[in-house]
């Protein structure tokens, strides 16, 4: 099992930006693709970015060209870095990961989640 820890969310005014950190730890399994997830009130959870373990990005298109997903393999830590926010980007922020688990395969572990609130 992996544990994830978000940090970096908050208020901030539309145009603004933010960074969210995700940092995993995990002793039993391997660390593969990770990716950040939102949730807005009313809505189901959207996949938003992901990055595998070698760096290959994938972006939904709502956040492409303001949000930037980036890696850190040796700390096992993911980075979005969210500029140019609107209203529309409030929600709260989960981290992913598919982490290998020996004689059970690829397993989804999430975060507890951070606020994002775009507001002026």
């Known amino acids: 099992q992996v544990q994830l820890v978000e940090s970096g969310g908050g208020l901030v005014q539309p145009g603004g930006s933010l960074r969210l950190t995700c940092a995993g730890s995990s002793s039993i399994g391997d660390i593969g693709t990770m990716g950040w997830y939102r949730q807005a009130p009313g809505k189901e959870r959207e996949l938003i970015a992901e990055i595998t373990r070698d760096g290959g990005e994938g972006y939904v298109d709502p956040v492409k060209g303001r949000f930037t997903i980036s890696r850190d393999n040796s700390a096992n830590t993911i980075y979005l870095q969210m500029n140019s926010l609107k209203p529309d980007d409030t929600a709260v922020y989960y981290c992913?990961?598919?982490?290998?688990?020996?004689?059970?395969?690829?397993?989804?572990?999430w975060g507890q989640g951070t606020q994002v609130t775009v507001s002026s």
């Open positions: 992913n990961a598919l982490v290998w688990v020996t004689l059970r395969g690829w397993k989804d572990n």
